[in-house]
Each structure stands twice: as C-alpha cells, then as structure tokens.
C-alpha cells in the first residue's frame, strides 16, 4: 500500500503526502513527512470523511465519491476506498485538481483491491 502511495505521489508531483486511514481513524498506510502526525492526520480525515458522507446522504447528493478542502497554503483532498478506509491527500496550491482527482481514482481501484 505504501509502494502505491508514493507511486500516486510521483505521478502527480503537486501531492505532497498522502495516507490511507480506517473509517475509525486509525493508519492502515502513508506516506507523510516527518512534520507531520500521523494520527492527527488519521482521526480528521475518519471526521470529515463520516461528516461528508453524512451531509451527501442527508441533502439528497447521493453517495460521497470525494472531500476536498481548500485552504491559502493548498488542498486536502478524501476519497472513499470501499466502505473501510479513506485515502487522503495533501497537495499543493498550484496543483491541478483535475490530475489530481484522477490519480487519486486510480489509486483507489487498485487500494480497493488490497484491503
């Protein structure tokens, strides 16, 4: 899991870490900094991925396919692997959401088939 992560992350240079977390916020993967904790990592993206599908479901969008935040020093961006886990990924302001929402797809065909 963690070779696919950083597969994801040469791909698509503008991903600065990316992890893959259980719907309970515990680190199943990742492939985060040194500057970064894991497990803070871990338990916001279970919140906001459970508060995404919650809002999705409940406003009648239909079911979550991804969460992203925007923020001045760049994005977060969640997708759903199966109903267990959750990969999220941290790039860049410059990046191209576009490529990056693509990568990230792929990335989650080829998690769901591993866990």
Do not use: C, H
């Not at 970064?36 to 079911?63: F, N, P, Q």
């Not at 994005?75 to 990969?87: K, N, R, Y």
């Amino acid at each position: 899991m963690i070779d696919r992560l950083r597969e994801m992350q040469v791909s698509s240079p503008d991903i600065e870490a990316s992890a893959i977390v259980s719907v309970d916020g515990l680190s199943i993967a990742s492939a985060l900094p040194q500057e970064i904790e894991e497990d803070r990592v871990s338990a916001m993206s279970a919140a906001m991925l459970s508060l995404g599908e919650r809002i999705s479901s409940e406003l009648g969008r239909g079911a979550l396919e991804q969460v992203y935040i925007k923020g001045n020093k760049g994005f977060v961006v969640l997708m759903a692997v199966g109903e267990e886990a959750v990969l999220t990924a941290l790039a860049s302001e410059k990046a191209k959401l576009g490529l990056i929402f693509l990568d990230m797809r792929r990335a989650v065909e080829d998690l769901e088939k591993l866990i």
